[in-house]
Nanobody
């Protein structure tokens, strides 16, 4: 089994910063892409940022220049540094990873349970 555990969410004022972390654990053979998605109330889940195992990144237009995704392959962990936060960034942020296990080498999609980020004064 695989677990993705997110941390780092919370309440922050507009213009502030937060750093999200997501650690994958289990009988992991390999992790391909990792990413962050978010879902605001009444809206569909959307991609925020993603990073490949080689370090290539892509971002939603709405967060470019403000958010930075990174990963530590040795720790099976992905991070999202969020700066200059806006009220419209308020959402539940979900970690996603494309993982293959020792028991089954096919890559499968895994999700964390989400962490709430609230940007408000």
């Amino acid at each position: 089994q695989v677990q993705l555990v997110e941390s780092g969410g919370g309440l922050v004022q507009p213009g502030g910063s937060l750093r999200l972390s997501c650690a994958a654990s289990g009988s992991i053979f390999s992790i391909n892409a990792m990413g962050w998605y978010r879902q605001a109330p009444g809206k569909q889940r959307e991609l925020v940022a993603a990073i490949t195992s080689g370090g290539s990144t892509n971002y939603a237009d709405s967060v470019k220049g403000r958010f930075t995704i990174s990963r530590d392959n040795a720790k099976n962990t992905v991070y999202l540094q969020m700066n200059s936060l806006k009220p419209e960034d308020t959402a539940v942020y979900y970690c996603n990873a494309d993982i293959s296990l020792y028991s089954d080498l096919r890559y499968r999609d895994y999700w964390g349970e989400g962490t709430l980020v609230t940007v408000s004064s």
